[in-house]
């Protein structure tokens, strides 16, 4: 079980798992991250924060405790 946060640039991975609970984890579900959707990772920033990734077609900057709750395949 691997988090967004260890995949390299350039891969393409799905979603397996949100976790966290609450507003933090209805945020991220806002922004189309769900349970089955591809995230293809960009680019990442030098001190590993932010992570910007592709999803559902859109381009998003993600925060580095935000990509360690996204569980991936």
Known sequence: MKT???VPCGQTVTVSKLNGEGPVRR???DMGITKGTEVFVRKVAPLG???????R???LSLRKADTERIVVE
């Not at 924060?49 to 999803?55: C, F, G, I, L, R």
């Open 4 to 6: 967004l946060r260890e």
């Open 49 to 55: 924060d932010p992570v910007e990734v592709t999803v």
């Open 27 to 29: 945020r991220i579900m």
């Open 57 to 59: 077609g859109y381009e």
